[in-house]
T-cell receptor, first 114, second 114 residues
Framework: AQKITQTQPGMFVQEKEAVTLDCTYDTSDQSYGLFWYKQPSSGEMIFLIYQGSYDEQNATEGRYSLNFQKARKSANLVISASQLGDSAMYFCAKVPIDGQNFVFGPGTRLSVLP | DTEVTQTPKHLVMGMTNKKSLKCEQHMGHRAMYWYKQKAKKPPELMFVYSYEKLSINESVPSRFSPECPNSSLLNLHLHALQPEDSALYLC?????????????FGQGTRLTVV
């Protein structure tokens, strides 16, 4: 079975500083997609960033960037210039190339301190 | 319109009740999903519909019955639920066949079984 690991149950970061959230995964797939989602206390899952396993460059979306190391099977999320509104649960997810069955990691709760 | 709309937002039901959760999207996505999420846990896949056909059923008890009347709608019929079925139920949609498009999630239905 596919497994996604997020080793940090909780993280704290000072406002305006950068933070890295870890994600590693097991897979025998040759092609797959990796995603990060943010879930505030209200419950909705908000898409942040996507990385394809075949992409040679690390993905970036505004303050979010993905440190993708395919050989190590890791896809860490970097949030730059943290804001108070970034406080939420963050989930790493993987999907096979057929585009179905998003599998989520256990999540990391990020708290941004003023 | 990049929204997935779920109704109701909150639902309290007794163990002998029958109720339905509804999900709607108008993005032309042909894969729709039901996820169950317990507190402080990641979403767990329940069902996937691809082109209006049930393609994945993750061994969900028969008291949960999904239905996909058309490409925009997804229902989850509930009957004889147990208190442990209380959770956040998330609907999502995506484009099947490509692992490089994100799934869009609704805000979820918070279900309490009493």
């Amino acid at each position: 079975a596919q497994k996604i690991t997020q080793t940090q149950p909780g993280m704290f970061v000072q406002e305006k500083e950068a933070v890295t959230l870890d994600c590693t995964y097991d897979t025998s797939d040759q092609s797959y997609g990796l995603f990060w989602y943010k879930q505030p206390s209200s419950g909705e899952m908000i898409f942040l960033i996507y990385q394809g396993s075949y992409d040679e460059q690390n993905a970036t979306e505004g303050r979010y960037s993905l440190n993708f190391q395919k050989a190590r099977k890791s896809a860490n999320l970097v949030i730059s210039a943290s804001q108070l509104g970034d406080s939420a649960m963050y989930f790493c997810a993987k999907v096979p190339i057929d585009g179905q069955n998003f599998v989520f990691g256990p999540g990391t709760r990020l708290s941004v301190l003023p | 319109d990049t929204e997935v709309t779920q109704t109701p937002k909150h639902l309290v039901m007794g163990m002998t009740n029958k109720k339905s959760l509804k999900c709607e999207q108008h993005m032309g996505h042909r894969a729709m999903y039901w996820y169950k999420q317990k507190a402080k846990k990641p979403p767990e896949l329940m069902f996937v519909y691809s082109y209006e056909k049930l393609s994945i059923n993750e061994s969900v008890p028969s008291r949960f019955s999904p239905e996909c009347p058309n490409s925009s709608l997804l229902n989850l019929h509930l009957h004889a639920l147990q208190p442990e079925d209380s959770a956040l139920y998330l609907c999502a949609s995506s484009q099947p066949g490509t692992g490089n498009t994100e799934a869009f999630f609704g805000q979820g239905t918070r279900l309490t079984v009493v």
